[in-house]
């Protein structure tokens, strides 16, 4: 596609509840990351794809969250046992290649209740 | 460790009026700086960037010089318009084998007519 798709646009969960997100990226992007976005704040990095290996994970807040991107394309992050403090903007980004501008998808809005 | 600061919003400027949004930032290594817009109800998208000291990332009329020696990466534009009313993020990148790239908080700016 043109760019960055991301679904669902919002999810409502109830606290315990697993979620999975997915992330379209422009084909072609070997790297792909996601980030959380509170309200009002900066995205804050999660993790970072390139082609299928995550080479970065630093950024998962706990073991509740998991990523993956199996076959280097759509990538799928996990969270298990939802919390309130959960309810964030979870934002995919792609891009060509390392250091290149990423181009953001518009998100998805997770609110646990 | 490696973060940025950018000034509290929000900015609320008359339109022509000129722009400046402080950024400033700590980083081991050589970091890549970038300033991304997210428009009303759009998605992040890249304005501009800088790879090097004393390089001039410059878009849509908007600027920023990267300057090492005041760690510093200062977001203007001369005349400004309604239409650029948003939430302006500074943001750095480095090679930590993974290229994590951290964002400021954001600041809103309001143009009126």
């Known amino acids: 596609g043109a760019g960055v798709s991301q679904s669902p646009r919002y999810k409502v969960a109830k606290r315990g509840q697993d979620v999975a997100l997915r992330c379209d990226p422009i084909?072609?992007?070997?790297?792909l990351f996601w980030y959380q976005q509170a309200l009002g704040q900066g995205p804050e990095f999660l993790t970072y794809?390139?082609?299928?290996?995550?080479?970065?994970k630093s950024g998962l807040p706990s073991d509740r969250f998991f990523a993956e991107r199996p076959e280097g394309s759509v990538s799928t992050l996990k969270i298990q046992r939802t919390q309130q403090e959960d309810s964030a903007v979870y934002l995919c980004?792609?891009?060509?290649?390392?250091?290149?501008?990423?181009?953001f998808g518009d998100g998805t809005r997770l609110s646990i209740l | 460790g490696n973060s940025v600061t950018q000034m509290e919003g929000p900015v609320t400027l008359s339109e022509e009026a000129f722009l400046t949004i402080n950024c400033t930032y700590t980083?081991?290594?050589?970091?890549?700086l970038f300033w991304y817009v997210q428009y009303p109800g759009e998605g992040l998208q890249l304005l501009l960037k800088?790879?090097?000291?004393?390089d001039k990332g410059s878009n849509k009329g908007f600027e920023a010089t990267y300057r090492k020696e005041t760690t510093s990466f200062h977001l203007e534009k001369g005349s400004v318009q309604v239409s650029d009313s948003a939430v302006y993020f500074c943001?750095?990148?480095?090679?930590?084998?993974?290229?994590?790239?951290?964002f400021g908080a954001g600041t809103r700016l309001f143009v009126k007519a």
């Open positions: 980004a792609s891009s060509s290649g390392v250091n290149q501008p990423q181009h």
């Open positions: 084909s072609g992007h070997v790297s």
């Open positions: 794809f390139q082609n299928e290996a995550q080479l970065d």
């Open positions: 980083a081991t290594g050589y970091p890549s």
């Open positions: 800088a790879t090097k000291a004393d």
């Open positions: 943001a750095l990148s480095v090679d930590t084998g993974g290229f994590k790239t951290i």
